[in-house]
């Protein structure tokens, strides 16, 4: 079986934590590290049950606490050559790093991890597709369109965690410099609900048990807005089934299993 728990999602900070039943990988550590501490605990999982941060790209609300976590707790940081130099370049002291390269995959404990390019304004921005014993996850937030690699890697995934960031009327309505709308709209920003709809509808499998929807915008986007549009929209696919939950900014969410029927 596999795990995921949202940490907290949005323009503000990002974490999850990828489970099986041996051991946890932490995806991104965008909260200070006080306050990634206070989340893990809230969600009850063990700090020691962490064998790795997996980073997808150097925006601060991804890596805010990375420097302080590494200074506590020595834990493994994985990243891209590219993203880890940006790093180094900005003064994070976070010693050795594991390198890993976009389209190759890697180990990480018991977790085999697929990391993908993203359409995204970062250096080296990646998604992730990450299976143990059989059972897949596939993560996708901060992308401007969904291309066909970024839907390739997330077929056949048991649970799927999508961005689903802004709706266009309320972006359309906001008070944002038009560059800052210009930049979110892009194809290298992020993924609108109609998009994020659409991208659902590419990659959900029989076999998805659960999808979450994350980073969502704090004024251009409403959460019960994306749980209407979503349930709905599930409903149409005649998939009710499929648990669906929607990423919060300041508080996590409930861990959420899937399990194999084999
Ligand atoms: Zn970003
Ligand atoms: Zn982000």
């Known amino acids: 079986m596999i795990g995921l728990t949202v940490l907290g999602s949005g323009s503000q900070g990002n974490a999850l934590v990828l489970h099986n039943n041996e051991e946890s990988v932490l995806i991104d550590a ?9 989340r893990l605990k809230q969600a009850d999982i063990e700090e020691e049950a962490l064998r790795a941060v997996v ?46 390269t976009p389209g190759a995959g890697f180990n990480v404990g018991s977790f085999h991890v697929n990391a993908f390019t993203i359409p995204h304004d970062a250096i080296d921005p990646v998604g992730f597709a990450v299976q143990s014993k059989g059972m897949k996850v596939g993560i996708a937030t901060d ?42 709209m892009s194809r290298h920003g992020h993924l609108s609900n109609n998009a994020s709809m659409s991208l659902l509808q590419e990659t959900l499998h029989e076999r998805t048990q659960h999808v979450l929807f994350a980073h969502a915008s704090q004024d251009c986007n409403r959460y019960d807005l994306i749980e209407k549009s979503m349930t709905g929209f599930l409903e149409d696919l005649g998939r009710s089934d499929v648990g669906l939950k929607v990423a919060r900014q300041e508080a996590g969410l409930d861990t959420v299993w899937a399990e194999s029927d084999a």
Not at 76 to 89: M, N
Request: aromatic share 8%; glycine share 6%; net charge positive.
């Open 30 to 38: 965008g909260f200070s590290f006080r306050e990634l501490r206070r």
């Open 55 to 100: 980073v997808s790209h150097e925006h601060t609300d991804h890596v805010k606490g990375l420097d302080v976590l590494k200074r506590h707790w020595d834990l493994p940081i994985y990243c891209s050559r590219l993203t880890g130099e940006t790093l180094r370049q900005r003064g994070s002291d976070l010693g050795e790093l594991n390198i890993f």
């Open 143 to 184: 992308l401007g369109h969904a291309s066909q690699l970024v839907s390739y890697h997330l077929s056949n995934s048991d649970i799927l965690v999508l961005e689903s960031n802004h709706d266009m009327e309320l972006l359309q309505a906001s008070k944002r410099p038009w560059s800052v709308k210009q930049r979110i």
